[in-house]
């Protein structure tokens, strides 16, 4: 007498619910890892950005060229604060801002940029960054 044992699968239930469960959290990890790793690449471009308009207006270049330089090195991502051009922390009332009075003095072009992190199933994250470039005026 031979018996047939029909075995019954009940885990395919189970395996269903845990790759769910799994899935999800390695949706968020990757979206994260990119909405991340765009914040930085966008952190970067600004502080190049910076840096860009504190050059021009280091070798004697107006406030609108110096503008029009920041514009320039952060083409294609807005820039969300007003911008400031100093030159030894104290504003800048000259146009061109280096002169020859200001030959050596540190010219700054500074801004607060906002950043916004988009994961699937979680909140939308916020944060501010101050973003600077430094220059002496030649």
Request: with cysteine; hydrophobic share 45%; charged share 15%.
């Amino acid at each position: 007498m031979k018996f047939h044992f029909h075995r019954v699968n009940q885990d395919r239930g189970a395996v269903a619910v845990e790759f769910a469960l799994i899935a999800s959290l390695l949706v968020m990890l990757i979206f994260g890892i990119v909405e991340f790793g765009t914040a930085y690449s966008q952190y970067q471009v600004f502080q190049n950005a910076a840096r860009q308009g504190a050059r021009t207006g280091a070798v004697r270049g107006d406030k609108a060229t110096i503008l029009d330089a920041v514009d320039g090195a952060a083409a294609g991502y807005p820039i969300s604060g007003p911008i400031s051009i100093t030159v030894n922390d104290s504003g800048a009332t000259g146009d061109p801002p280096c002169d020859d009075a200001s030959v050596g003095e540190d010219l700054k072009v500074s801004w607060n940029q906002q950043f916004t992190i988009d994961i699937p199933f979680l909140p939308n994250m916020s944060a501010s960054a101050n973003i600077h470039g430094v220059f002496r005026c030649e």
